[in-house]
């Protein structure tokens, strides 16, 4: 999930998916 915190933070506003 903290890999994904930049890209999902762009996308759903969320950082944990």
Known sequence: ???A????K???GH???
Not at 5 to 8: E, G, I, L, R, S
């Open 1 to 3: 999930p903290l890999k």
């Open 5 to 8: 915190t930049h890209a999902v």
């Open 10 to 12: 762009g996308v759903t």
């Open 15 to 17: 950082e944990q998916l």
